[in-house]
Nanobody
Framework: VQLQASGGGLVQAGGSLRLSCAAS????????MGWFRQATGKERELVATITSGGTTNYPDSMIGRFTISRDNAKSTVYLQMNSLKPEDTAVYYCAARRPWGMGVSRPFEYDYWGQGTLVTVSS
């Protein structure tokens, strides 16, 4: 499985971005997909997850401004980010977890990773 993240860039505080993660190599329709982010000097943290059936999950800190979705026909997962803040500045990674995985919240629980896309929010 190869994951290609895109859509990052420079945006002003209060703005929006939509990230995309295109999967190739094999179908990921049965995989749980996740978005993580890592700011400079910080650990990688969960942003959102979505199961094969479309059930979404967000950490409390991400609820309200971030929306994860998937289009299985396109093998693509999206992350809509609204009302962006400077503290959202980070490299955003998409990840895929095999169907038989147990957890969804921690990076080590995922099997495949995209290369990351940089989001910079200016104040």
């Amino acid at each position: 499985v190869q994951l290609q993240a895109s859509g990052g860039g420079l945006v002003q505080a209060g703005g929006s971005l939509r990230l995309s993660c295109a999967a190739s190599g094999r179908t990921v329709n049965s995989y749980t997909m996740g978005w993580f982010r890592q700011a400079t000097g910080k650990e990688r943290e969960l942003v959102a997850t979505i199961t094969s059936g479309g059930t979404t999950n967000y950490p409390d800190s991400m609820i309200g401004r971030f929306t994860i979705s998937r289009d299985n026909a396109k093998s693509t997962v999206y992350l809509q980010m609204n009302s962006l803040k400077p503290e959202d500045t980070a490299v955003y990674y998409c990840a895929a977890r095999r169907p038989w995985g147990m957890g969804v919240s921690r990076p080590f629980e995922y099997d495949y990773w995209g290369q990351g896309t940089l989001v910079t929010v200016s104040s």
